[in-house]
């Protein structure tokens, strides 16, 4: 079983997905998406941190053209009388305007902000808005809402690897792995 050391504290890891079964879904998910979008230019958004792994991957395997486009979202919670508000805010500012869009995600956990980004891009005028994901966390989702590609189903709390983890820890494994045992240093999925 492998492990990560952070900060003198050492983790056991336990692989769910290798780099070999990750390269390959990738693969098999770029043929799907290139079959779908045949003969039409791919506008593909990845939603950071966590989809810049995967899109990078991804889009290398696609066939006819892409466009790359990357944007962060931003939660915030106000308070209001009886409760509170999130609000989601992304920068930049895309020009989707007839564009056939692929939004690619590193987690589609509750659905919430991608649903937010798919109305969004639609009242924009986008021709088209398909989800890409690598895990799906469909056990969490808060709204009714399909990923048009996944990689992988997991119901993991917390995994690390292929670009997913927190700022300083695991995002660079090559695999993708769930922290076993005890509680990782922090939630950055």
């Given at each position: ?41 791919i ?66 956990q509750?659905?919430i ?41 997991l ?35």
């Amino acid at each position: 079983m492998p492990e990560i050391v952070h900060k003198d504290v050492k983790y056991q890891l336990e692989i769910v997905a290798t780099a070999e079964q990750i390269q390959k879904r990738v693969r098999e998910m770029a043929r799907q998406i290139s079959d779908d979008f045949r003969g039409e230019l791919i506008y593909a958004i990845a939603v950071l941190e966590d989809g810049f792994m995967f899109m990078s991957d991804l889009v290398r395997a696609l066939e006819g053209d892409v466009v790359c486009q990357f944007l962060k979202t931003y939660v915030t919670e106000q308070p209001r009388q009886g409760g509170s508000t999130r609000e989601i805010f992304f920068r930049p500012e895309l020009e989707v305007i007839g564009k056939h869009v692929l939004l690619v995600q590193g987690v589609l956990q509750t659905g919430i902000t991608c649903d937010f980004l798919i109305r969004h891009m639609s009242s924009c005028g986008a021709a088209s808005v398909r989800i890409a994901t690598f895990i799906d966390r469909s056990t969490d989702r808060r709204i009714l809402l399909r990923a048009d590609y996944f990689g992988f189903l997991l119901d993991h709390r917390y995994v690390v690897g292929y670009g997913l983890g927190s700022a300083d820890f695991g995002r660079n494994l090559p695999y993708l792995a769930v922290v076993a045992g005890q509680a990782p240093p922090s939630q950055g999925v």
